[in-house]
């Protein structure tokens, strides 16, 4: 359906020149978006799929088996949107302190999208309200280093930004001016907590496709905008219950279909054709859940097929088991930490090692006698798909 009161044009100057800026009217749109028919059956396999994603955990002896790494790479990938060249093994090699030599600029920030999505998570567990307080703290942390530091971490911007072309004047985009970002963003926290009339009427999965999107037509801070919208989405998801676990990552999907993606923020825009929007992001919703479910499965697999093959150690089985299940943790990993992790010492943690290398379920990557490093080559390699730099 096309609706031309998506918003406003307000003519607003920065850098030197003229720009008419866009001002979103506040969610739900008007007239309200149609759930019906083909959009509705999609909303509900959508729904379905977030359902068997959430109780895919309790298939796993421990969750966080899953949870430690794919958030990982969800990092990495919402991260390459806007432009990094980091690898899953960049990130956690960066974890472990004593493994240097990663690029630094590029990790940093996905090192610093772990932290802003951690935060908020326990920000939201203590009870705290998804709010533009709680959005400009995660903000805080996603650009607390690196290249974003300079960019205002944790403050609504006070000047006036734009999105493509070299300059305002030849832009693709131009946000609401500064002056309204408070109002913009204060109407979409309204909205968020389902306090405009209709909101609540609206399937939690599509409020959060609207929020989506209005938060990246807002684009209320100078940088990170994107990665917080991405994050946006699936906090509303566990805060209204729909997930335990953040387990639903749309970046992948957005990054696959990068074309459509903009295409469509422009069809919201210019026509409010939030219709065409709503059905892209529930096939979105619906296909990565699905997909996340048959990674878990494999994962359980591979978990369950490479302990197999250690059940015949012996005096030595109980220890290199133990190694085992903490690189199940944390695929990349050193001997050091494996040591402390498990309570073995160094020498049974290194033998426990050798022992896993010979049966080909790990790898030293280093090559080097001192300060090695063991990774969990089958995990990283299903985690890794599709999480190619762009």
């Known amino acids: 359906m096309k609706r031309y009161n998506a918003g406003r044009y307000e003519l607003t100057s920065t850098a030197g020149e003229e720009v008419r800026a866009f001002v979103p009217a506040p969610l739900p749109p008007e007239p309200p978006v149609r759930m019906e028919g083909a959009l509705l059956a999609l909303h509900d ?47 956690l090699l960066f974890e472990l302190e004593e ?8 990790v940093i920030e996905v090192s610093s999208y772990v932290a802003g999505l951690e935060h908020g998570l326990a920000r939201l567990r203590e009870g705290f309200p998804l709010s533009s307080r709680l959005l400009r703290e995660i903000h805080a942390r996603l650009l607390a280093r690196g290249r974003g530091a300079d960019r205002l971490p ?37 909205f968020i907590h389902g ?22 037509t807002i684009h209320p801070f100078l940088d990170g ?12 998801l566990i805060e209204a219950g729909v997930l335990q676990q953040p387990l639903l990552y749309l970046s992948l999907f957005f990054k696959q279909h990068r074309s459509r993606y903009y295409e469509l923020l422009d069809g919201v825009r210019q026509q409010g054709d939030w219709e065409a929007w709503i059905d892209f992001f529930l096939e979105g919703v619906e296909s990565t859940a699905t997909a996340a479910v ?37 695929p990349l990993n050193s001997i050091k930490q494996l040591s402390t992790v ?26 080097g006698r001192r300060n090695r490093l063991f990774a969990y080559d089958a995990y990283l390699a299903i985690l890794s798909e599709g999480a190619e730099p762009l």
């Open 45 to 91: 396999r959508a729904l379905l799929a977030c359902g068997r994603l959430d109780g895919v955990s309790s298939l796993l002896p421990d969750p966080e088996l899953f949870l430690y790494a794919y958030v990982r790479r969800e990092a990495l990938l919402s991260s390459q949107i806007e432009g990094t060249q980091s690898s899953l093994s960049d990130l």
């Open 99 to 106: 493994a240097p030599g990663v690029p630094f600029d590029d």
């Open 154 to 190: 944790g403050e609504f911007r006070r000047s006036q930004n734009w999105i493509g072309g070299t300059r305002p004047g030849n832009a693709s985009f131009v946000p609401p001016p500064q002056g309204l970002v408070d109002t913009c963003m204060g109407q979409l926290e309204h």
């Open 195 to 216: 306090t405009p009339d209709g909101a609540l009427s609206l399937p939690v999965l599509v409020r959060a496709a609207l929020a989506h999107v209005q938060f990246e």
């Open 225 to 236: 905008n994107g990665r917080l919208g991405r994050l946006l989405i699936v906090l509303m």
């Open 294 to 330: 048959t990674t878990a499965h494999r994962l359980l697999g591979l978990f369950r097929a490479d302990e197999a093959r250690l059940s015949d150690l012996g005096r030595s089985g109980p220890s290199v088991r133990q190694v085992f299940a903490a690189l199940c943790r944390r």
């Open 342 to 367: 498990c309570s073995l010492s160094v020498p049974t943690t290194t033998k426990a090692l050798e022992t896993l290398v010979e049966r080909g379920i790990a790898r030293e990557i280093t090559g």
